[in-house]
């Protein structure tokens, strides 16, 4: 199994970024796929998870970030708004891929994309 992120990059604060990531592979399915991020001296932290039917936010990105997938495609999709320096990190993507209808999801992830919010 593959990810592929994309969409990093620097912007300004207020600025919005769209950071896309595709998984490819010999995969059944994906169940639930999500936006990690680690900022330089802090903890890898969860940022949005969207699952069939359901999505999750950090307290800290509700409101400005939206998180949204094809799951024909095995693609999800990050929409960052009204960027904060404080969202400065490296992003994650992860998916819970199922290889049979029987197997235990696992999680792959992507490299790392790197998003920096300054002026």
């Known amino acids: 199994v593959q990810l592929q992120a994309s969409g990093g990059g620097l912007v300004q604060p207020g600025g919005s970024l769209r950071l896309s990531c595709t998984a490819s592979?010999?995969?059944?399915?994906?169940?639930?796929m999500a936006w990690h991020r680690q900022a330089p001296g802090k903890q890898r932290e969860l940022v949005a998870r969207?699952?069939?039917?359901?999505?999750y936010y950090a307290d800290s990105v509700k409101g400005r970030f939206s998180i949204s997938r094809d799951g024909s495609k095995n693609t999800v999709d990050l929409r960052m708004d009204s960027l904060k320096p404080e969202d400065t990190a490296v992003y994650y993507c992860?998916?819970?891929?199922?290889?049979?209808?029987?197997?235990?999801?696992?999680?792959?992830w992507g490299q790392g994309t790197q998003v920096t919010v300054s002026s």
């Open positions: 992860v998916a819970e891929v199922q290889f049979t209808p029987r197997t235990v999801p696992y999680d792959y």
């Open positions: 592979g010999n995969i059944f399915s994906i169940p639930t």
């Open positions: 969207i699952t069939t039917g359901s999505t």
